[in-house]
């Protein structure tokens, strides 16, 4: 079945530094891809998507490209901030139809230390 | 605009007991899926409802059921309770469109603890 791999956790970077969380998918077809963030004690928040190869999707000085070639939508950002602090999942979602669920990934846990 | 709200935000209940939790989606979405997010560990689809009918289920055992109602909201029903389904429960609301481009929009989740 579809299944969504991330490094494991936790990442602990100083304030600045530069991030990456690896993410690599298993699918059938051509899946939409998603990066959503958990931040202490909340629900689950959309950080940024794509939905074809080679696009990149951006938000909040995050990015991840879709990588068709090596299945893969690794999440960076250049100078993560204390504010950063959060689970990081990578998710997937089947494009053939309207009812198909997310799958996630296990979640990146990130501390950013100042 | 309204967000994904869910009721209430911390439960606990003995083994065996019956559970319902609520979600409101997001104000003109018309599709509700509801998730178990175990501690440690990515959230797993439970089901789906659109125009008030179950739409696609996860592997999860029939004492887990759901409604949703004509405004579009939602309940979680799950009886029987054992310890394991200690969890916090997500729901995510969409606008299923003919495309299939629609983004899940989360709620912040109720935790449930069964002792």
């Known amino acids: 079945g579809d299944s969504v791999t991330q490094m494991e956790g936790p990442v602990t970077l100083s304030e600045e530094a530069f991030l990456t969380i690896n993410c690599t998918y298993t699918a059938t077809g051509y899946p939409s891809l998603f990066w959503y963030v958990q931040y202490p004690g909340e629900g689950l928040q959309l950080l940024l998507k794509?939905?074809?190869?080679?696009d990149k999707g951006s938000n909040k000085g995050f990015e991840a490209t879709y990588r068709k070639e090596t299945t893969s939508f690794h999440l960076e950002k250049g100078s993560v901030q204390v504010s950063d602090s959060a689970v990081y999942f990578c998710a997937l979602r089947k494009r053939n139809s309207g009812n198909t669920p997310l799958v996630f990934g296990k979640g990146t846990r990130l501390s950013v230390i100042a | 605009e309204t967000g994904v709200t869910q009721s209430p935000t911390h439960l606990i209940k003995t083994r065996g007991q019956q559970v319902t939790l609520r979600c409101s989606s997001q104000s003109g979405h018309n599709t509700v899926s509801w998730y178990q997010q175990a501690l440690g560990q990515g959230p797993q689809f439970i089901f789906q409802?659109?125009?008030?009918?179950?739409?696609g289920r996860g592997n999860f055992p029939p004492r887990f059921s759901g409604l949703q109602f004509p405004n579009y909201s939602s309940e979680l029903n799950v009886n029987a309770l054992e310890l394991d389904d200690s969890a916090l429960y997500l729901c995510a609301s969409s606008l299923r469109l003919l495309a299939d481009t629609d983004t899940q929009y989360f709620g912040p989740g109720t935790r449930l603890t069964v002792l």
């Open positions: 409802y659109y125009r008030e009918e179950e739409n």
């Open positions: 794509a939905t074809k190869a080679d």
